[in-house]
């Protein structure tokens, strides 16, 4: 029987989830950066736990949401970073840096419909994770958590399948928009993404 509780965060532009166990803690996303303080007071607030208690933050693709946080989590707590096996940046080069930008503004243009205060959503365009993963493998110190790869929405997008219960994070590959589930925008590799939604078939349930 797993010892694991998830926990649903409310988060600046999205929700995001904490795998609580009694030794350690795994972000399944990175978040936004102005997520960060959030987070960390929950652990040591609500959970009455040291901070450092977080050992892994993974992050499924590099957009604001699911990335922005992860280097300073790292900074703050000393945990692993885990993500995609690839070896070019998603935002590499002009064309890069330019996505990088826009996509920093979309997020604030999500805030301001959502009616949230301005926050610092910046974060780097590069990602150096501690832990490079593939398809089929399990999280490492958590070995309940299986990692799919789905991409579609991004080159390197990740899911995680909790083993024992069944149910799978699916992150940004299929999004609830009030009583709906949707495709991502944008859909940058349209065959691997239906190949992605293929894949996600063979489980049970999706966050």
Known sequence: MSLCEIVRLEGYIQSSYLAVYPDKIMLLDGCCRADVPMVLDYIETTLKRPITDLKVVVVTHM??????????????????IVSADKKKQWYSGIGGCTMHFVDIHLGYYVARRQGRPFKNLYYSASLKPDITVTDGELVPHFDEWQVLETPGHTDRDLSLFHLPSREVYTADLIIKLRHKFVAPFPVYYPKDYVQSLKKSEHYNRQW
């Open 63 to 80: 957009h604001p949401d699911h990335a922005g946080g992860a280097n300073k989590f790292r900074e703050e707590t000393g945990c692993l």
